[in-house]
């Protein structure tokens, strides 16, 4: 079973030391539990969706695949190796892009190629290759501003798939997208894991789009951030059903997964409300505080 | 069907010459509308002494302040005077460069040290570099060393200054997605950070460009035997008050054409955030 697995994730923990309260007495450093005991197998080419309430970890989790940070405990396996690092066998997307602006989306997507060390004219072919993959033939040319933020994303999923990685990784890629735009690239992006085939982690608060696009949806529960249920999604082929989001089953898992979250955003929106309530001090400001989530 | 491709290609050149009609006139709008200020400036500067309302004797026409600039211009006194200014504000304009590109890379990334650094920094730059000219005199003497020096000092900490918070502020989710790649502390600096951090760099170049000319300008007022700041304070000395308004004016245009080229060197190098215009 394990060695199937692409990734494993075993008994991670990660806490932050947060100085609590402004005034210098208070200021006694104390843990806080991000992530606790999180324990997930991702198979080779599976596309695993993980979806949380805000501030659950989802994003912590993300920077420790990625190799960003380190776990304070547990490993995370790629391929039966402890991840020790970032390196390109991982390819990330962010919400925000995280484009290069002072290079034109050819020389963006080139830019893993030529950490890899691929010679200049390879670089050139296979960036060619996956502009057109994302369909966006004809813009290599354009600077980042030059670009909608569909076609920004489009070019970073095309930067992260040129490196040719084991493992895509995206954090909440398609959030700050319109409604159109962010349908059309998650069929996109179905279309683009069936092409390459690659086994893609997919992070999100969106339920729709975690059942749209999972074949296994794990939830997260609100802070500190443990699974609390790994769903599966069966169908077979969403591209070719015509509208996916009203079949019945589709409705009724995301329902399932609605009525396995409905506590943990309610818990995490009053984790919110006091850590707010913390930063700015108890006397008027509490009551203000108060008042405006009343 | 000729004859319709005929008609076709007539409009199409009609439409053409029309486009290059507008653009004409649009050119020639602009045109007017960025030298009117000056033209009227400068017919007013003629007319005022000529019809008494200033003093003819302080305020000479325009007229007679151009020939001045020829006369000048062609007993070669300018060009000296020109070159000498010039040598001290591009010596110690590139020194500094020299000096704060590289410091102020290393300050910013070094975030510790650049808090630690900003407020002194601050302080500096907000010295007059004018106001320490006298401690460069005594330290360095009347020669050129001090001039440069000056120059050196007010181009300085806008430089230092801009590169700091230009490396400062590099966007981290650029460097976060760069190690991501994972991209060595060496090739992020160099892939990453310097082309981030460019535009306000540039910013601080052209503040030291603008500096450089009006410090040393005034340091060449107080004990120099050469330079446009020379030249000025002597022919106002001499009573030369043509001669004097010539050296102004030759300051003036200086000052634009340093301005235009350091720009015309920023769009080159950051032309990738043109459209988003100033």
Known sequence: MTIESKISIRHVHKAFSVKRGSKPFKAESQP???????NLEVRQGEFMVIVGPSGCGKSTLLDLLAGLTKPGGGQILLDGQAISGPNLDRGIVFQQYALFPWKTALANVEFGLEAKGVGRRE????????????????????????????????????RSLAYDPEVLLMDEPFAALDAQTRETLQSELLRIWEATGKTIIFITHGIEEAVYLGQRVAIMTSRPGRIKRVIDIPFESRRSEEDLRSNPDFVKLRHEIWELLKDEVSRAQEQEKSKTLDAYGEGKSSAKGGARHG | MAESNVAKTLILQGRSDGGTLERATAKARRAFRNSVAILLFLAAWEIAPRTGIVNVTFFPPFS??????????????LQDHLAAS??????GFLLANLIAIPLGLAIGWWKTAAD????????MRNTAALAILPVFILLLGLGETSKIAIVLYASLFPLLLNTISGVKNVDPLLVKSARSMGLSSISLFRKVIVPAALPTMFVGIRQAGASSILVLVAAEMVGATSGLGYLIQYAQFSFLIPQMYAGIITISVLGIIVNYLLLALERRLTGWRQTYGE
Request: hydrophobic share 40%; no cysteine; glycine share 10%.
């Open chain 2, 116 to 123: 630690y650094l900003n407020p002194f920094l601050e302080l």
């Open chain 1, 32 to 38: 806080v539990y991000a992530l606790q005991d999180i």
């Open chain 1, 123 to 158: 670089r050139r072919e296979t960036a060619q290759r996956f502009i057109e993959l994302v369909g966006l033939g004809g813009f290599e040319h354009r600077y980042p501003h030059e670009l909608s933020g569909g076609m920004k994303q489009r070019i970073a999923i095309a």
């Open chain 2, 64 to 77: 007679e302040v151009v020939s001045a600039w020829w006369g000048l211009l062609r007993d070669g006194d």
């Open chain 2, 86 to 91: 010039l040598t001290r504000s591009i010596s």
